[in-house]
């Protein structure tokens, strides 16, 4: 059907036969010919939605800003809908209404209206909102959660009682000789970790409300919806979840913490759950541990030469306290363990303390807190002291206890590399005279600062110059020479990124090189806006400089930069 509208955009001359031929060619690759055409920018994707609107009398939709709810979704099981080429989008009285992209497939309709015993309307949509759609709803796990929900309430013949809400399903893994009713609930489950696992998210949030059970997963640093499952699987799911983690399915009153380990053909792959009573149920969070996208090599995390020059200097240091700061999520415990494999040595006895433990370390004595029975950052520091450590890294310092044990240990011949929460490096010497400590035990113990965020990255296969004017560049601090060869780019959005725009995220840095001449400065008690402009006057790149450096390199957007780093 695709060769038949390729035929029909020749002979009304929206392309030329000569294009047509190329297009021939790719199609032995297994390129549709119409995708041919968009790719080579041979008609653009407006025009050509416009064009087939008016030839078939179709109304035209922009897909991309639907959310279509899995009852929907659930109305065309995937083969079909992949067979005839459309997704459903609405189902009011009788009738649902689809998108498609290629109205040729619109013969497929009948069918699809005896499959659903629905009446069926049809609305045109442009192709690449329709496979990132199609992505979205009808790939990998996503389809397996929808054939799973599908088949659940297909047999479920449980009765539902003025008390069910308050029975909890036990949920067996197949292996174990559970239920048939049970292979739903678990192929649901397998099917959230594996889309979770194929959009490389970081997490994965399982969340009950009032009227509706929801799965988010953030990727890129970005929340969005994968799936919404019905009320009456709720307690299997969470119950699931509960086993895989190996928790308590029969507490439900107070947070639990759990595990889970997947092998994913050669790839090991952790995550650590965690469940937290709401008002509607349990709501279940799993961060994605996966040793293989963890880059542990201080070169590859997007440090500038002159950064990680500092950087090092730092954490070589015989003794002294190295700190990393940045919000949630900003990739710390990917550099501290970064700077901890470059100093693991045979020669030197490496140990932390850390809340918890994210990936094992070959060769690092790693201790996980356990404040219960009393095990806190400050008491597994003051023991590991006993230990004959060279090197200490301390999960946070969240207290004054940790902070004063830390500066100890820095001050007592041992190298102790941390993190904190700071806006930005300077702001650390501040924060950590707020928790309780002394000027003179700061500028005498803290060697390095750091402060780090992600940024997302333009995705490459949709990667579009992005004009801006050149007043913009000149409030941002460049001459008006650099302003007007200034060339920003965006993602456009694609079937690749989600139609995001955006794909991967690099890392971001401002480090602080804590010389004599801000020590004195910190001693005089002089204001952090002060210390931050005599850093950078010695050479220190703050956040907002390293942040437009990757715009100019094309890996990140303007928006970007701006909105994740503040004015220096």
Same mark, same amino acid.
């Given at each position: 059907?695709?060769?038949? $509208?390729?035929?029909?955009?020749?002979?009304?001359?929206?392309?030329?036969?000569?294009?047509?031929l190329?297009?021939?060619?790719?199609?032995?690759?297994?390129?549709?010919?119409?995708?041919?055409?968009?790719?080579?920018?041979?008609?653009?994707?407006?025009?050509?939605?416009?064009?087939?609107?008016?030839?078939?009398?179709?109304?035209?939709?922009?897909?991309?800003?639907?959310?279509?709810?899995?009852d929907?979704?659930?109305?065309?099981p995937?083969?079909?809908?992949?067979?005839?080429?459309?997704?459903p989008?609405?189902?009011?009285?009788?009738?649902?209404?689809?998108?498609?992209?290629?109205?040729?497939?619109?013969?497929?309709?009948?069918?699809l209206?005896?499959i659903?015993?629905?009446?069926?309307?049809?609305?045109?949509?442009?192709?690449?909102?329709?496979?990132?759609?199609?992505?979205?709803?009808?790939?990998?796990?996503?389809?397996?959660?929808?054939?799973?929900?599908?088949?659940y309430?297909?047999?479920?013949?449980?009765?539902?009682?003025?008390?069910?809400a308050?029975e909890?399903?036990?949920?067996h893994?197949?292996?174990?000789?559970?239920?048939?009713?049970?292979?739903?609930?678990?192929?649901?489950?397998?099917?959230?970790?594996?889309?979770?696992?194929?959009?490389?998210?970081?997490?994965?949030?399982?969340?009950?409300?009032?009227?509706?059970?929801?799965?988010?997963?953030?990727?890129?640093?970005?929340?969005?919806?994968?799936a919404?499952?019905?009320?009456?699987m709720?307690?299997?799911?969470?119950?699931?979840?509960?086993i895989?983690?190996?928790?308590?399915?029969?507490?439900?009153?107070?947070?639990?913490?759990?595990?889970?380990?997947?092998?994913?053909?050669?790839?090991?792959?952790?995550?650590?759950?965690?469940?937290?009573?709401?008002?509607?149920g349990?709501?279940?969070?799993?961060?994605?541990?996966?040793?293989?996208?963890?880059?542990l090599?201080?070169?590859? $995390?997007?440090?500038?030469?002159?950064?990680?020059?500092?950087?090092?200097?730092?954490?070589?240091?015989?003794?002294?306290?190295?700190?990393?700061?940045?919000?949630?999520?900003?990739?710390?415990?990917?550099?501290?363990?970064?700077?901890?494999?470059?100093?693991?040595?045979?020669?030197?006895?490496?140990?932390?303390?850390?809340?918890?433990?994210?990936?094992?370390?070959?060769?690092?004595?790693?201790?996980?807190?356990?404040?219960?029975?009393?095990?806190?950052?400050?008491?597994?520091?003051?023991?590991?002291?006993?230990?004959?450590?060279?090197?200490?890294?301390?999960?946070?310092?969240?207290?004054?206890?940790?902070?004063?044990?830390?500066?100890?240990?820095?001050?007592?011949?041992?190298?102790?590399?941390?993190?904190?929460?700071?806006?930005?490096?300077?702001?650390?010497?501040?924060?950590?005279?707020?928790?309780?400590?002394?000027?003179?035990?700061?500028?005498?113990?803290?060697?390095?600062?750091l402060?780090?965020?992600?940024?997302?990255?333009?995705?490459?296969?949709?990667k579009?110059?992005?004009?801006?004017?050149?007043?913009?560049?000149?409030?941002?601090?460049?001459?008006?020479?650099?302003?007007?060869?200034?060339?920003?780019?965006?993602?456009?959005?694609?079937?690749?990124?989600?139609?995001?725009?955006?794909?991967?995220?690099?890392?971001?840095?401002?480090v602080?090189n804590?010389?004599?001449?801000?020590?004195?400065?910190?001693?005089?008690?002089?204001?952090?806006?002060?210390?931050?402009?005599?850093?950078?006057?010695?050479?220190?790149?703050?956040?907002?400089?390293?942040?437009?450096?990757?715009?100019?390199?094309?890996?990140?957007?303007?928006?970007?930069? $701006?909105?994740?780093?503040?004015?220096?």
């Amino acid at each position: 059907m695709s060769r038949q $509208l390729a035929e029909m955009l020749v002979k009304d001359k929206i392309v030329t036969p000569q294009q047509l031929l190329e297009a021939a060619d790719a199609t032995n690759l297994g390129k549709s010919y119409v995708r041919y055409f968009i790719e080579k920018k041979y008609i653009a994707e407006t025009k050509l939605l416009y064009y087939l609107s008016q030839k078939f009398g179709l109304p035209n939709i922009n897909l991309a800003k639907f959310e279509i709810v899995e009852d929907t979704i659930r109305l065309v099981p995937p083969d079909i809908a992949r067979k005839s080429q459309v997704i459903p989008i609405q189902s009011n009285k009788g009738t649902l209404v689809v998108a498609l992209c290629d109205p040729t497939y619109i013969s497929s309709l009948e069918s699809l209206k005896f499959i659903s015993k629905m009446n069926i309307e049809a609305v045109l949509t442009s192709y690449s909102a329709f496979d990132a759609a199609m992505s979205k709803y009808y790939s990998g796990g996503s389809a397996n959660v929808g054939a799973a929900i599908a088949t659940y309430q297909k047999d479920q013949k449980v009765e539902k009682s003025a008390d069910a809400a308050f029975e909890l399903v036990q949920v067996h893994d197949i292996e174990s000789g559970g239920d048939a009713q049970d292979v739903p609930v678990i192929q649901l489950v397998n099917g959230l970790l594996s889309e979770a696992i194929k959009r490389m998210a970081s997490d994965i949030h399982v969340e009950p409300y009032e009227k509706k059970f929801r799965v988010r997963m953030r990727v890129d640093g970005t929340m969005f919806e994968v799936a919404q499952i019905p009320l009456d699987m709720k307690r299997a799911v969470l119950a699931r979840l509960k086993i895989m983690s190996r928790m308590d399915i029969a507490e439900t009153r107070i947070p639990q913490d759990g595990r889970i380990k997947l092998k994913q053909a050669s790839a090991e792959i952790d995550f650590r759950v965690n469940s937290m009573p709401t008002l509607f149920g349990e709501k279940i969070v799993l961060r994605l541990l996966s040793k293989d996208n963890l880059k542990l090599n201080l070169l590859k $995390l997007g440090f500038e030469a002159q950064q990680l020059e500092v950087f090092k200097k730092g954490i070589y240091a015989p003794n002294g306290l190295v700190l990393v700061t940045g919000p949630t999520g900003s990739g710390k415990t990917t550099t501290l363990y970064s700077a901890l494999m470059e100093l693991n040595q045979i020669s030197d006895n490496l140990s932390t303390v850390e809340d918890p433990v994210e990936y094992n370390l070959e060769g690092i004595n790693q201790v996980q807190v356990h404040k219960d029975i009393g095990l806190t950052f400050a008491s597994v520091l003051r023991t590991l002291l006993r230990q004959d450590p060279d090197i200490i890294l301390v999960g946070e310092i969240r207290d004054f206890e940790t902070a004063e044990v830390a500066v100890q240990a820095a001050l007592t011949g041992h190298l102790v590399l941390s993190t904190l929460h700071t806006n930005d490096a300077p702001g650390t010497i501040t924060r950590l005279m707020n928790m309780g400590l002394e000027p003179f035990l700061v500028t005498s113990s803290v060697n390095t600062i750091l402060a780090q965020r992600l940024l997302r990255t333009i995705c490459s296969q949709c990667k579009i110059e992005s004009p801006v004017p050149k007043e913009k560049f000149i409030s941002l601090g460049f001459s008006e020479e650099d302003a007007v060869k200034m060339k920003v780019f965006k993602g456009k959005g694609c079937k690749n990124c989600n139609n995001t725009g955006y794909k991967g995220r690099v890392a971001i840095y401002e480090v602080l090189n804590f010389s004599q001449n801000l020590k004195e400065m910190v001693l005089k008690g002089e204001t952090n806006n002060e210390i931050k402009k005599q850093a950078i006057k010695e050479g220190m790149r703050t956040l907002r400089m390293t942040g437009l450096a990757k715009v100019i390199e094309g890996l990140t957007t303007l928006e970007e930069a $701006l909105s994740m780093t503040m004015e220096s």
